[in-house]
């Protein structure tokens, strides 16, 4: 690609680097101008422009740009139209991002004309939302650099949506003596629309007492019942393996995976299961709307991408979620406490 200040007599095939304003007619960039925009050009008295003439083996950056993106793109995404050298990769389901950081390095280290950027590894992502883009910088690369590219992204798809299956949800809240049973609602009422942001209803739902052998006998009829998942709020917030939530999970038959998190807020959440099914002792936090560790761990679930104890524990990097509104991290207490009562 040969790039400069061309005159505008010579200009005919030039793609032009910025856009014209020529009184009520606009040429844009990456306009391939031809005899029509070179007359309006000389016209407005405009004597050179700035562009790219293209040689022989460049691509120019439209063309560019929808080839790597569709060597990128994984399940569930689907493709802009390439413009001005960007092609975006959109979702299409509700799901969670997968990417392979290796290879999106990789790619973005071959030439610093062409660059791929993507939201976060494990996003929670909604149908058309962009997750994805693939930006060429100049007007035109040459086609052995975008092969280069190709070849550093590798046959697996760098870039993909782990989509949320249906699942059928089932909710424990517990209850201690004077507690309220508004409370309680106000539970349900948010973690509903959690569900529903991700594509996913709450199916059932069970209060007991925060006993035990009352939370084991909950677990152990909802798992008859059909539940996918079980969460379980209690009213009290777990503070040992020996504490009310976990122990009764394992009364019920379950084990417990893990017991606390590296994220703050949601310290204190239990991870279990029973079989291969996941238990999840909500922390206090999950009362609340706001963004918490729980909100990742039933992402993942939801997407079918297995949670070990392994993979909480290398959530700290990043674990600290600050509320930037007030300059400051909430507690998993205060969080608990302003949206429903004491933990």
Known sequence: ?????????????????????????????????????????????????????????????????????????GDCLTLSEAKTGRCNLIAARHGVLAVLDGEIDAANAVNEAITIATLAR?????????????????????????????????????????????????????RV????????????????PRLEDLGVELADEMRCAHHREDVASAIAALDQRGADLIVISGAAATIDRGDVVPAAIEHAGGRIEQFGMPVEPGNLLVLGALGA?????MPGCARSPRLNGFDWVLQRLLAGIPVEARDLRAMGVGGLIAEKAKGRVRS???????SAGPV
Request: charged share 25%.
């Open 1 to 73: 690609m040969i790039f400069g200040e061309v005159p505008v007599d010579r200009a005919d095939g030039v793609v032009l680097a910025h856009t014209q304003r020529l009184g009520k007619k606009t040429i844009r960039k990456g306009t391939r101008l031809g005899a029509e925009e070179i007359a309006s050009l000389r016209e407005a008295g405009i004597a050179s422009v700035t562009g790219a003439r293209l040689e022989p083996g460049d691509l120019d950056e439209d063309r560019a740009a929808a080839l790597i993106a569709e060597a990128v793109a």
């Open 122 to 174: 494990f996003a929670p992502v909604a149908p058309g939302e962009t997750v994805a883009t693939v930006k060429i910088m100049p007007l035109a690369v040459p086609e052995t650099v975008v092969k280069r590219v190709i070849e550093a992204l590798g046959a697996a798809r760098a870039v993909a949506v782990s989509p949320v299956k249906p699942r059928r949800i089932g909710l424990i809240l517990t």
């Open 177 to 192: 003596p004077g507690g309220r049973e508004t409370l309680l609602d106000k539970t349900v009422g948010v973690l509903r």
């Open 277 to 281: 099914k996941p238990v999840i002792g």
């Open 332 to 338: 998993e207490k205060q969080m608990a406490a302003e």
